[in-house]
């Protein structure tokens, strides 16, 4: 019995995306990126536009290949730091377009963190492994994510509906 790679890889594509999607369900505080209970869930979205399977691991590609597994990100405000380590990141897509059976499209790249400490409405500087990657405000709810390089417009949304 012989098994076409589309289908098998369309099947691991959409167990990983269920798994992902319990993953992602989790109360902030319970990633893994050792966040408290007061810690808030923050998206990190390297717009890279890098051809990657969707739901892989993955890094920034160029020219942000400092953003990656183990990286520092710091949000700073006034005399505030909060610090945290990039976990792995994962490709999401960036549009609706179908690919057909690529096995590869067009993705950024998500870090999921959680960040303890954060203030409401309080905007903050970011930067990555010490460089400056813009301000971020967050919001106690329907934040954006932090995205590199930033948004025109930092409420688009995500062809997958995450921010």
Do not use: K
Not at 101 to 109: D, E, L, V
């Amino acid at each position: 019995m012989t098994r076409s790679l589309p289908r098998i890889a369309a099947v691991v594509a959409t167990a990983a995306a269920l798994a992902f999607t319990g993953c992602a369900a989790q109360p902030a505080g319970a990633g893994s990126t050792g966040g408290g209970p007061d810690a808030a869930t923050v998206d990190l979205l390297v717009r890279d536009a890098q051809l990657r399977v969707a739901g892989d691991a993955c890094s920034g590609a160029r020219p942000y290949q400092h953003i990656h597994r183990g990286s520092e990100l710091v949000l700073e405000h006034a005399d505030e730091r909060l610090a945290v380590e990039l976990p792995d990141g994962e490709a999401v897509r960036i549009d609706d377009l179908d690919y057909g059976a690529a096995p590869r499209i067009p993705t950024a790249c998500r870090f999921r963190l959680d960040v303890p400490g954060l203030t409401a409405d309080t905007e903050y500087a970011v930067t990555i492994d010490g460089r400056a990657a813009g301000t971020y405000r967050y919001l106690d709810t329907d934040t954006p994510p932090i995205a590199v390089p930033p948004l025109a417009d930092p409420n688009a949304i995500l062809e997958t509906g995450d921010r």
